[in-house]
Each structure stands twice: as structure tokens, then as C-alpha cells.
């Protein structure tokens, strides 16, 4: 029902999102809940893994044994596309998102691996085909896309940033986090993607922002959520929690402010 109240009349649309923060933060399971929230409004949705960690498949509950191989490390489909020595950087990658994904949830997962040469320095050949696909899903696609980025977004790429729709910071209620939060802001800002939102994931009831320089707007606390703290031993899922509606609540309001 909150889908409805954005896009009227039920009305489908498509957003790229970026998701970045210092590591431990909550970026991935956000990811998630974002991601299952569009798909249960009928949402074609795909969830890009370009985190060190890797752990968009375990947050959707896949078992290890389940989750894709990250592209990085398919070393023949790297080498049929880009080739080595004189390689190929704009590879054909039309064909490789159905291929490589895994469908849980609703949702397409795809994961990448994490992307090397800060926006233009590495041409090695898995990077050139993870930066391919990447550019191709974002700015090509018409569905909704949501990146799990490492801890800043100059993996992205220059060009990539730029047609991405928004960026989702997030941080913990700490100093350290929030002075990554900070540089993370900054430097996106730099490289073309003004749009952003802060998010304070694990906030106390009375949280309140300290004054720092280069932050985005905070758009929506999230607390402590009891059902997902007394699950984390038994499963990695961040799926299907008590608080779901809360969490539906969150998801609607980022997406209404990187769409104002």
C-alpha cells in the first residue's frame, strides 16, 4: 500500500540505487528489505553483490552451496568475452544477467564481486567485465537495481555514478561510521550523484545527528530490531522479520526522497 501512495495508481516505475557504508553497517541487509518491499508490488527487481564480503546471498537465506559464483571469478566466460592481452572493454554482456542470476524472493540476484581501478585506472579483464555488465544493468535496463557497494562509490566508475538514480549511505550511531558516511557523501557528490539519502541503521530512541560537515540528509532511523537479533545464530536470512511493515515504512520513504 505504501508503493501505491508513490507511483499512483499502482503505476510501475524503475530506479537505480547504490547502497554504501563502512563495513558491518547493515548496507546488505537494507539492500534487502528494499528490495523484498519492491517486489512485493509486483516489481521486476534485481540485487547486484559488489562487496568484498559478498553477502547478499546469505542475507536472502541461500545456502552457500546456492550462491552464483561471483563473476570475477568465472574465468572462461572472462576470457570467451574480453579476451587477454589486447583485451575487450566493452565486452557483449546483453545474454549475461538472465544466465548468471539466481532467483530468490521475487528478487535476481547477481553477484559481481568487488570491482577494482577506481573509476578508470585497472583494464585487467575481469574487471573490464564486471564494469560491462554493471554499466549495462544500470543505465540500459528498465528495472529496479539496487548495488551493494563497497565502502565507496568510486568503484562504480565516473559514468556509472552518473546514471544512477541515488545513493543510500548508511551508518551506525558512531563516530567512525558516520565519518565514513561522510567521505562516502562527498566523494559521490564529486563525481556527479548529488541525490542521497543517510540512513541511521541500529539508532537508539534518542538519537540525535551530531553536526559534521559533508553528510547527506538523514532520512529515516532504524532500530534495533529484536526478531532479527534472536534469529542471527540460527539463520542469515534477513527475510520475513516481525518488523517487516516497519521496515516497508523505511523503504517507501527512501525511495520518496531520492525521487523528490
Not at 20 to 43: F, N, P
Not at 81 to 97: Q, S, T
Not at 171 to 197: C, D, H, K, N
Not at 208 to 220: K, R, Y
Amino acid at each position: 500500500m505504501f508503493f501505491a501512495l508513490l507511483n499512483g495508481a499502482g503505476r510501475k516505475s524503475d530506479m537505480k540505487l547504490a547502497i554504501a557504508g563502512k563495513g558491518g553497517v547493515g548496507k546488505t541487509s537494507l539492500a534487502v528489505w528494499i528490495g523484498d518491499y519492491l517486489a512485493r508490488q509486483g516489481e521486476e527487481v534485481w540485487l547486484l553483490d559488489a562487496d568484498t564480503a559478498l553477502s547478499l546471498g546469505q542475507a536472502l537465506g541461500l545456502p552457500e552451496s546456492d550462491i552464483p559464483l561471483p563473476l570475477i571469478q568465472e574465468k572462461e566466460l572472462i576470457r570467451e568475452r574480453v579476451g587477454e592481452g589486447f583485451i575487450r572493454l566493452n565486452p557483449a554482456v546483453e545474454d549475461l544477467p538472465e544466465r548468471l542470476s539466481k532467483k530468490v524472493a521475487g528478487l535476481k540476484l547477481l553477484v559481481m564481486g568487488t570491482i577494482a581501478g577506481a573509476g578508470g585506472g585497472c583494464a585487467c579483464s575481469p574487471n573490464a567485465l564486471v564494469k560491462a555488465l554493471l554499466a549495462h544493468l544500470i543505465i540500459e535496463n528498465r528495472q529496479w537495481v539496487i548495488v551493494d557497494l563497497e565502502a565507496g562509490v568510486e568503484h562504480l566508475g565516473r559514468g556509472t555514478v552518473q546514471s544512477v538514480d541515488g545513493l543510500v549511505v548508511v551508518s551506525e550511531p558512531s563516530m567512525r561510521s558516520l565519518q565514513t558516511a561522510s567521505r562516502i557523501s562527498v566523494l559521490a557528490r564529486e563525481m556527479g550523484l548529488p541525490r542521497q539519502v543517510l540512513i541511521i541503521n541500529r539508532a537508539p530512541d534518542d538519537f540525535h545527528l551530531p553536526d559534521m560537515e559533508g553528510l547527506p540528509p538523514l532520512t529515516a532511523t532504524i532500530p534495533v530490531l529484536p526478531s532479527l537479533a534472536s534469529r542471527q545464530l540460527a539463520s542469515s536470512s534477513v527475510l520475513d522479520l516481525a518488523e517487516r511493515e516497519q521496515l516497508d515504512r523505511i523503504a517507501a520513504k527512501i525511495i520518496s526522497a531520492l525521487k523528490s
